[in-house]
């Protein structure tokens, strides 16, 4: 059973940073991404580790402020720094078997239940 618990989030101001989690029961063998939601909005792809930490990708609205990274088969992280109103939202930890497609949620098998972040102005 693949169990996925987000950690992390909160209420910061514009330009702070905040680090979420997310204990993974999963090899490293899964692909473990980070999506967003935003009230009245649809789901959006933020990050994504490859399986054994080959590759990152970042959504363009995210790169160059935010950092995935994992640790084996124990956790996933998200660094975000220079954050800004519109990154508040829902943010979920998701875990993926397949090869490929990581920037679309029907890539993921196992989804975690979501921490809030707020960015205030």
């Known amino acids: 059973q693949v169990q996925l618990v987000e950690s992390g989030g909160g209420l910061v101001q514009a330009g702070g940073s905040l680090r979420l989690s997310c204990a993974a029961s999963?090899?490293?063998?899964?692909?473990m991404g980070w999506f967003r939601q935003a009230p009245g909005k649809e789901r959006e792809f933020v990050a994504v580790?490859?399986?054994?930490?080959?590759?990152t990708y970042y959504s363009d609205s995210v790169k160059d402020r935010f950092t995935i990274s994992r640790d084996n088969d124990r956790a996933v992280y998200l660094q975000m720094n220079s954050l800004k109103p519109e990154d508040t939202a829902v943010y979920y930890c998701a875990a993926s078997k397949t090869v490929g497609g990581h920037r679309y949620s029907s890539a993921y098998d196992y989804w975690g239940q979501g921490t809030q972040v707020t960015v205030s102005s």
């Open positions: 999963v090899r490293n063998n899964y692909a």
């Open positions: 580790i490859t399986r054994f930490r080959v590759n």
